[in-house]
């Protein structure tokens, strides 16, 4: 069994959003949830640890976004604090007065986990924090983010622990933009392959992050957009785990992985249609929990982004933080194939998606020679 921290302080439910999908009874929810299942609280089981985020600097934050950004997430702040009201920093993201600290002990989360991991306290950990960060880039906060934090902790793992070889996957619905944009063309320091695994931009915002969106310089071929079609369910992602992912993590040999865990695929989110179940989420860490023992010393260092249906976000979650235990998912849901994943879609991913990521691929990892 694996030691896993969880991340999480109040500060995280302070950030409100109103009458908003991304609301404070998402984190809310999933730590009642975590209590019952024993991984939170004072009945917790031994292996499941309490991570404190810590606030980063705004320094830090300076990796990867302007100064810009910096003042108008401050300047949206200050505003709702005058008003005592919401304030739209973009069209659908919202400040209030907590929210500048939430983003920086959402990013300082990630942090002190990293840094639990390293110390040897922890073998992986989870940040069960808001404001989620994948859609923002360095200029722009957007769609429910404010602070990138997985872009952030690329930063720190390169800059400051000083690893060569980091690994991102985003299993989110939506597409990390965000990071992409920042990362489109490489590391200062260090080599990053960052996959996004979403539904296809042409149905779902932010309608960008296609498969040919491969990087550039030095980024160019580790950039890997897997364009998912609605309705693609678990045997999808089982493809493009075996076809894909798994044989260029093994040629990559990360030293460390971070996801962008989002549980919008759900099948029962109010805004996607992908059609993962609760399970689905176990067998994607279970994947990358066996990468991690091979090449990154079990690292695995998971923030939340997205999932609005309450319900299935704390199922999914809790799915998580047993499978980075290297245990068995506690929710299990029935898989109907007619719902969930038409035979047609399957071979959509078999036939198309798959062998053009392959061919996109193929001049920059042996794996596809
Ligand atoms: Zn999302």
Redesign the pocket.
């Known amino acids: 069994m694996k030691n896993v921290g969880i991340v999480y302080q109040d500060i995280y439910a302070k950030h409100d959003t109103g009458n908003h999908p991304e609301c404070a009874d998402r984190v809310i929810n999933t730590i009642k949830r975590l209590k019952e299942n024993q991984m939170y609280g004072d009945n917790r089981i031994a292996h499941f640890k309490k991570i404190d985020p810590r606030k980063v600097s705004l320094d830090q934050i300076r990796w990867s976004h302007s100064n810009s950004l910096i003042n108008k997430v401050n300047a949206a702040v200050e505003t709702t604090i005058k008003k005592n009201s919401h304030v739209y920093i973009d069209g659908d993201t919202v400040a209030s007065p907590a929210t500048f600290d939430a983003a920086l002990y959402a990013t300082g989360g990630n942090f002190a986990a990293i840094d639990a991991i390293f110390s040897g306290e922890i073998d992986r950990g989870f940040a069960l924090c808001r404001p989620p960060g994948h859609h923002s880039n360095k200029d722009y906060a957007r769609g429910f983010c404010i602070f990138n934090n997985i872009a952030l902790s690329v930063e720190y793992l390169t800059r400051v622990k000083k690893l060569n070889r980091v690994v991102i996957v985003d299993f ?3 597409a990390g933009n965000g990071t992409e944009e920042i990362f489109y063309s490489g590391l200062e320091q260090g080599e990053l392959l960052f996959f996004s695994i979403h539904q296809h931009p042409n149905t779902l915002y932010p309608g960008t992050c296609f498969v040919d969106d491969i990087g550039k310089g030095k980024q160019q071929g580790k950039i890997v957009n897997i364009t998912l079609a609605p309705y693609s369910g678990q045997k999808s992602i089982e493809l493009a785990f075996e076809q894909i992912i798994m044989p260029m993590l093994r040629e990559f040999q990360p030293e460390f992985i971070l996801c962008s865990a ?1 549980f ?1 695929a759900h099948h029962n989110d109010p ?2 249609n992908l059609g993962f179940m609760d399970q689905t989420y176990s067998y994607i860490i279970h994947e990358l929990g066996r990468i991690s023992d091979e090449f990154a010393k079990g690292r695995i260092q998971c923030t939340l ?2 999932g609005y249906n309450i319900k299935h976000l704390g199922n999914s979650i809790t799915n998580v933080l047993n499978s980075l235990a290297d245990d068995n998912p506690i929710f299990k849901e029935t898989d109907d194939f007619s719902i969930r994943q038409k035979a047609e879609i399957l071979e959509y991913t078999e036939n198309k998606l798959i062998p053009q990521l392959k061919a996109i691929l193929a001049p920059y990892w042996k794996a596809f020679h």
């Open positions: 989110d619905a939506h989002g919008d805004l996607t982004e997205g």
